[in-house]
């Protein structure tokens, strides 16, 4: 039995021209999926249970890192209470899952030392934005 894991699964395009991030969270029974649909001013949270490899339009999924067995129900907690902006133009899918792993490491789930999570992190930067 291993750890449970998170990545983030990218994807083509739903919409324009921005790829899409979602959360992933791996465990041994069980595959999450966590993101936000949609487009300005209409997104909404969209949590299932599913691989990211089940869809035709992943690109690739990057790995965070391991989290601890009860660091799951804390991962869920931190989707829960995620707030989903409407409001700020600039937001959307890609912010979502920055601000879950932000949230993550705010409760020490996830490390800024980790070599895996570090290197995600700066990953995550360079695709941040639209697809030139």
């Known amino acids: 039995m291993g750890n449970p894991s998170l990545f983030v699964a990218i994807y083509q395009p739903r919409y324009g021209n921005f790829q899409h991030w979602a959360l992933h969270l791996h465990t041994d029974h069980e595959d999450f999926i966590f993101e936000v649909d949609g487009e300005h001013p209409s997104f909404i949270k969209v949590n299932s249970s599913a691989k990211p490899t089940d869809s035709d339009t992943l690109i690739e999924s990057l790995y965070v890192g391991e989290i601890g067995i009860p660091d799951v129900a804390t991962v869920k907690k931190i989707v829960d209470e995620a707030r989903v902006d409407n409001e700020t133009l600039e937001w959307d899918c890609q912010e979502y899952v920055l601000e879950l792993l932000e949230a993550c490491e705010r409760e020490a789930i996830l490390e ?21």
């Not at 070599?115 to 030139?132: N, S, V």
Request: proline letters at 5%.
């Open 112 to 132: 800024e030392d980790d070599l895996d999570f570090a290197e995600t992190k700066q990953i995550l930067k360079t695709k941040r934005g639209p697809i030139l």
